[in-house]
T-cell receptor
C-alpha cells in the first residue's frame, strides 16, 4: 500500500521554531507538496520539493530526502496565525496525489 | 496568480434537493480539476478527478450517479450532488492544476463549499 505519516498534533511557542516531519512509502515518487489548512478553510499551497535538499521561502523551509522517504517543514519565528493543519502530499509514479492526514499545529503565546 | 473560485460558499437545503457547486480557475487554464470532501477533523478525501472534455474518474466508493461532475471547459468544473441527504453534509473542496510540459504543477484550491442537508 501507499501511506504518508505525519504527527497528528504539535504544540509550539510564539516566536520559536518548529519542524513537522513527514515520511512516505509510495509507488514511485514525482514530488512532495506541503499545504497549510486553517480550520474551516481550504488548503493553500506552501512548497514543492522534487530534488533532495532544502527549499527556503521566507519563514518557511521544506526539506526532502528521497533515499529516506522523508521530508520536513520548518517554520521559523512562529506567529499565532501559523496555527493550522499542515498537510504533506506525495505525487506517485502514476501522478496520483497521495495525502497525509495532516499535522495540527497549535501555537501558544 | 493561480486563483480558483468556488461557489457557493454555503448551502443549506432540504433532504432530496440537488445541489450544484461550481469551480472556476480565474487566471489560468486548468487541465485537471479535482473534487474533495472533508468531514470535520478528518483529512481530505479525493472524490474524483476530471479532465476537460472527458468523463471524470471517480475514486472507489464514490457513487458517480450521485455526484455528477461536468468539466465542460478549461476553466469550469461543476459538481452536482443529486437528491442530497443529511449524510452528504460535508465540506466540499475543488482544486485545479495546469499541467506543465516539463514540470509538475501544484493543485490550487477553491475556498470550499459547506453543504448542510436538513
Amino acid at each position: 500500500g501507499q501511506n504518508i505519516d505525519q504527527p497528528t498534533e504539535m504544540t509550539a511557542t510564539e516566536g520559536a521554531i518548529v519542524q513537522i516531519n513527514c515520511t512516505y512509502q509510495t509507488s514511485g515518487f514525482n514530488g512532495l507538496f506541503w499545504y497549510q489548512q486553517h480550520a474551516g478553510e481550504a488548503p493553500t499551497f506552501l512548497s514543492y520539493n522534487v530534488l533532495d535538499g532544502l527549499e527556503e521561502k521566507g519563514r518557511f523551509s521544506s526539506f526532502l530526502s528521497r533515499s529516506k522517504g522523508y521530508s520536513y517543514l520548518l517554520l521559523k519565528e512562529l506567529q499565532m496565525k501559523d496555527s493550522a493543519s499542515y498537510l504533506c502530499a506525495v505525487i506517485n509514479s502514476n501522478y496520483q496525489l497521495i495525502w497525509g492526514a495532516g499535522t495540527k499545529l497549535i501555537i501558544k503565546p | 496568480g493561480a486563483v480558483v473560485s468556488q461557489h457557493p460558499s454555503w448551502v443549506i437545503c432540504k433532504s432530496g434537493t440537488s445541489v450544484k457547486i461550481e469551480c472556476r480557475s480565474l487566471d489560468f487554464q486548468a487541465t485537471t480539476m479535482f473534487w474533495y470532501r472533508q468531514f470535520p477533523k478528518q483529512s481530505l478525501m479525493l472524490m474524483a478527478t476530471s479532465n476537460e472534455g472527458s468523463k471524470a474518474t471517480y475514486e472507489q466508493g464514490v457513487e458517480k450517479d450521485k455526484f455528477l461532475i461536468n468539466h465542460a471547459s478549461l476553466t469550469l468544473s461543476t459538481l452536482t450532488v443529486t437528491s442530497a441527504h443529511p449524510e452528504d453534509s460535508s465540506f466540499y473542496i475543488c482544486s485545479a492544476t495546469r499541467q506543465g510540459l516539463l514540470e509538475i504543477q501544484p493543485q490550487h484550491f477553491g475556498d470550499g463549499t459547506r453543504l448542510s442537508i436538513l
